[in-house]
């Protein structure tokens, strides 16, 4: 039997009254909804009558079905019949069990009373032990027998179990018999471990037993033990978000219909029904009348295209049982363009760019720029090819830049993800130089065109020659050096940075490189390319290996591509950071020292010759 339904047919959680030891209950018994022993495994298989007794007391089964069977009590029943049972009874109340077995059987409990005991097929008497927490089915027929029997729990509240055992005691001498109060059958066939309580937590909600879920579509969800994992895909515009949601009370039963009311912010339109499809909501609010049991509620965008971020709450007779916030994108509002690269004479905008693209955003791919689509609030827009074309804005392509386009798209609207870039590339003709271009995005669903901001698109030459330049002509030990290098082509303008700068080899007196532009991972320092104006820069450390020793020196930068001519040979000077001083700085002072006491010996002589 399904968790969906059981609590509507156990019936037993509007108890009133515990009056003489006999429960008082206010609902009638539902249709029967007993699982049938033969439903069950032989002798593994034990069965708990879900079915509501409007009796004085509960009530053994009278056939294999479990038809008759009825418990006093029950506040729930999971729906296994094996080794893992569990159930929650009031004290005092009483469950009806009944199997299906072929041996010798037993039912024995670590409390309360078994009483009323009886097999099916066999006219057997059944037996107990002193205390009742043990009843004794000795005989059976030649095939398999159903039993029956009702457990009267304690009026202590607390944890009890109780144990179907099958099979024949053995005594001690080893001989096979009919069990007895003190030798119960061997094997363990199903096993229940039962709550006792004084007071029933059924009938509210309960968040320990409930699921709510944002999900991409709406479907009967119900709670099955496991925590809330909420969607992670990006609702893209025109798409429905859908949150589906299982109520129950602490037993992990339904609840009582009621009033579900949902409402959303910022005028997202809701919809709220039974698990599975749903049409578009017309509203911020919708209500439906349901006992929360797998429902679903659908939401969508206030404003077609629009974008809306909407926080969404569920209310089950005026509680609140769910939060949700959710984000739908809007079409397409802006285009942001970046990590522009320069293109080499004569190239296609599909070519080059790849180790641009690596070190400028990871993703190995050609290309010369990089486009990011955002919506109207700034959330990015996956712009593939279902929802929209690239092109060149009018007037952008000329025969220095004679097209533009965009060849790879995005495949994500995560704005932290590498995904979320297209990359764009543009042509070269034979002439180096600059111009400003711009790109647009054409919306297949709504003919929206967007247009970016202008760019600057520039081509140029392959590097021809190259120089080398310090940031400080002078350094201590410990400062940090920056060496800029610049490359130009044969006509002097800025080289492309479409390909690597090519092997090289530095040698700069007390200078360590620490790092250099090459990103992390995707290729050798001979890989790297320059930036878009044809210049890439290096760190050194000054003196942090060996220490510096003051001086003046010359270093040696050389790339090896033959076209790019002789070696540069920066020059700087170091000192220790300490006292600077030379003998020459000495021994100037002495002379300057020596100079200034004639001066006053001059002036001393003066002075006595007019006194005399």
């Known amino acids: 039997m399904s968790k969906t339904t059981l609590r509507k047919r156990i019936s037993l959680v509007a108890v009133t009254a515990l009056t003489a030891g006999v429960l008082s209950v206010v ?25 509501a007794s409007t009796q004085p007391t509960a009530a053994v089964s009278g056939d294999a079905a479990g038809t008759a069977a009825t418990s006093k009590g029950l506040l729930y029943k999971d729906t296994s019949s094996g080794l893992a049972q569990s159930a929650v009874v009031l004290t005092g109340g009483q469950l009806s069990f009944y199997a299906e077995v072929s041996t010798a059987a037993a039912l024995s409990a670590t409390g309360g009373t078994f009483s009323d005991s009886v097999t099916i097929s066999d006219s057997v008497v059944e037996t107990y032990n002193t205390a009742n927490t043990a009843t004794i089915f000795p005989l059976v027929g030649g095939g398999a027998t159903y039993i029956a029997t009702l457990w009267t729990a304690p009026a202590t509240a607390g944890v009890y179990t109780v144990s ?17 109060a003190s030798l119960l059958p061997p094997t363990l066939g199903a096993f229940i ?12 909600y309960s968040p320990s037993t409930s699921i709510c879920q944002v999900s991409t579509a709406g479907a009967a969800s119900t709670y099955a033990g496991a925590g809330v994992v909420d969607s992670t895909a990006i609702f893209a515009n025109g798409d429905a978000a859908y949150i589906n949601y299982d109520l129950n009370d602490a037993y992990g039963t339904n609840l009582d219909s009621g009033n579900i009311t949902v ?42 295209n629009a974008p809306v971020t909407t926080t969404v709450s569920i209310s089950y007779n005026g509680t609140v049982v769910c939060t949700k916030t959710i984000t739908i994108r809007g079409e397409v509002a802006k285009l942001t363009v970046e990590n522009i690269g320069t293109q080499a004479l004569g190239a296609a905008s599909t070519d080059n760019g790849a180790q641009w693209m690596a070190q400028k955003t990871t993703v190995r791919t050609d290309g010369q720029f990089t486009v990011v689509a955002t919506d109207s609030a700034g959330n990015v827009v996956n712009t593939t090819e279902a929802i929209g074309t690239y092109a060149a804005a009018t007037g952008s392509t000329s025969t220095l830049i004679p097209a533009i386009t965009v060849n790879t798209r995005s495949t994500t609207s995560t704005a932290t993800s590498a995904d979320r870039y297209n990359f764009g590339g543009f042509s070269c003709g034979a002439t180096a130089g600059e111009a400003s271009v711009k790109i647009t995005f054409t919306s297949s669903a709504t003919a929206k065109v967007t247009t970016s901001d202008a760019f600057k698109a520039r081509c140029a030459g392959d590097a ?35 390909s690597g700068v090519g092997a090289n080899t530095w040698n700069l007196p007390y200078m360590t490189a620490i790092d250099s532009t090459i990103a992390a991972g995707v290729g050798a320092s001979s890989q790297t390319v320059t930036d878009a104006n044809g210049e890439i820069v290096y760190t050194f450390a000054v003196g942090t290996t060996t220490a510096a020793v003051a001086g003046t020196y010359t270093g040696l930068a050389t790339y090896d591509a033959p076209a790019l001519g002789v070696s540069s040979t920066p020059t700087y000077t170091l000192s220790t950071g300490g006292d600077t001083t030379t003998n020459a700085d000495v021994l100037k002072s002495i002379v300057a020292l020596i100079a200034s006491i004639n001066k006053q010996i001059q002036a001393l002589q003066k002075l006595i010759l007019q006194r005399l």
């Open 464 to 498: 021809s020659t190259y120089t080398v330049s310090l940031n400080q002509a002078s350094y201590k030990q410990g400062d940090l050096a920056k060496a800029t290098v610049r490359f130009l082509d044969s006509k002097g303008n800025k080289a492309h940075n479409m």
């Open 27 to 51: 609902a009638a018994p539902a249709a029967n909804a007993n699982v049938s022993a033969a439903n069950g495994t032989i002798n593994n298989s034990l069965m708990v009558a879900t079915n």
């Open 164 to 180: 179907l055992l099958t099979g024949f005691s053995t005594n001690a001498s080893g001989v096979s018999g009919v069990p007895t």
């Open 263 to 304: 409402t959303s912010t910022n005028g997202a339109l809701v919809n709220v029904g039974a698990g599975g499809s749903l049409a578009a909501g017309k509203a911020t609010t919708a209500i439906f009348t349901s006992d929360g049991a797998s429902d679903t509620v659908r939401v969508g965008q206030g404003t077609t």
């Open 193 to 204: 471990t039962i709550q006792v309580t004084a007071t029933s937590a059924g009938g509210t």
